[in-house]
């Protein structure tokens, strides 16, 4: 029996009201562009606000058996759109409820909310989250796409401070990852690994909880100049070797064999006579230049980018990277159309790099771009920072992490609603 679109839109609209229920297919495209620049229209999208929606709207879309759903925060991964006939469930309204419990440094918020937002909250309270994404996403966007960004180099992954979240099954019921009574280092049920990075194939964030940390009373934030020479990586070995690291960005990110530096943005947090004397120490390595402090300060205070700064690009490139293999990235990065580049040291190790490239490339082009990439990502042992991993499965049905996935999914998506198309091939 097909779809009644219009009696399901109808009791959407009944649910959520007018304004929260997007029929119109110009702006349901927008939810649709996906990596190969295929243009996918949704069949609707609906916007919660609140948490009691969501038991009413599963009972709808299981009575008129949607079979794909889409969640989505502020679509800043502009790599995967919601396919043809997926109903996109739009997060970005489950914005409002914010809980702090400062004697236990812990505060929950649901997952619609932007990070700036919860930011702007904590900085009042004294607090704010150990690391920051590079993107002003929604909360539940950073857990979904593995939470990476500022800050990870002293305090990992968003895993490393998220306590649980609330998740939605396919089934209408909601389960939590994890526990606020154990702390998140401690042996017992835990999920939230699970979650982290899943991309939204095993159920919809709703809410979440993370551990909170002071904030900083001292901080020096320096940018540099490193010469690109055969001395370039004894160099960020020094580097990575200072104490009070709190971040590494990378920001002049085109390195071949042409390039006369790279430039990095070093912010470090901790104790002001600690700080002085690496500033120092820095200040010291031959090969390194550092600009006015003023430079350093504009920089870090834009941080954090939205979504109207993005470069325009229709297809985004990210990998984890070992830092000796950086020459060899962006030589291959340095021959395909001219990208715009940026990146965030992960550890001493290995650093997460993303490649803006334009928007005027063909299709054509895109997927030779893509399969080049694949092929680089593999020769210098890099890989996707997602367990979804928003390439490869596309292209590579053998890639084992989506082995890992199609195993795992049955037991938390039993009705195989949740973004469904994506694992058929």
């Avoid at 954090?304 to 984890?320: F, G, N, T, V, Y």
């Amino acid at each position: 029996m097909p779809l009644d679109e219009k009696q399901l839109s109808d009791d959407l609209i009944d649910l959520v009201g007018m304004e929260n229920v997007i029929l119109d297919d110009k702006k349901l495209h927008e939810y649709g562009l996906d990596l190969f620049g295929n243009k996918h229209t949704p069949l609707m999208v609906v916007k919660p606000s609140a948490s009691v929606h969501f038991k009413r709207l599963n009972f709808i879309l299981r009575r008129y058996k949607v079979d794909s759903i889409t969640p989505r925060g502020k679509g800043l991964d502009v790599n995967l759109g919601a396919f043809s006939e997926d109903l996109v469930i739009d997060l970005t309204l489950l914005n409002k409820k914010i809980k702090i419990n400062e004697q236990k440094s812990l505060v929950t918020a649901q997952a619609g909310m932007t990070y700036k937002n919860l930011q702007n909250f904590l900085e009042e309270k004294g607090f704010r989250l150990p690391m920051e994404p590079i993107l002003n996403g929604t909360l539940g966007g950073f857990i979904a796409s593995g939470g990476y960004g500022y800050g990870s180099y002293r305090y990992g992954t968003i895993i490393n401070s998220l306590r649980s979240t609330n998740l939605l099954l396919s089934n209408g019921q909601t389960i939590q990852t994890g526990t606020l009574t154990v702390p998140a280092y401690c042996s017992g049920y835990n999920l939230n690994s699970l979650v982290c990075g899943s991309e939204g194939y095993f159920g919809i964030i709703t809410e979440a909880t993370f551990e909170i940390i002071p904030t900083p009373e001292n901080s020096l934030n320096i940018l540099l100049s490193i010469k690109n020479d055969g001395k370039l990586f004894q160099r960020l070995i020094e580097l990575t070797k200072l104490s009070t690291i709190y971040n590494i960005s990378l920001y002049k990110a085109i390195l071949n064999n042409h390039s006369d530096s790279i430039e990095l943005l070093i912010r470090l947090e901790g104790s002001q006579k600690v700080m002085e004397k690496e500033n120092s120490l820095i200040e010291n390595i031959e090969g390194v230049n550092l600009s006015h402090t003023s430079e350093a300060n504009k920089l870090w205070e834009s941080r954090i980018i939205d979504q109207s700064q993005i470069p325009a690009a229709s297809l985004i490139l990210e990998a984890l990277i070992p830092i000796n293999q950086i020459s060899n990235y962006f030589r291959f990065l340095d021959g395909i159309d001219s990208p715009h580049s940026f990146g965030i040291f992960i550890n001493a190790g290995t650093i997460l790099l993303y490649a803006f490239l334009s928007k005027n490339l063909s299709d054509s082009r895109k997927s030779e771009i893509v399969i080049e990439f694949l092929k680089k990502t593999d020769e210098i042992q890099a890989r996707p920072p997602t367990l979804g991993n928003n390439i490869k499965k596309f292209v590579e049905k053998s890639y084992s992490n989506l082995k890992l996935l199609k195993q795992i999914k049955p037991i938390f998506d039993e009705t195989n609603r949740l973004k469904s198309r994506k694992l058929k091939f």
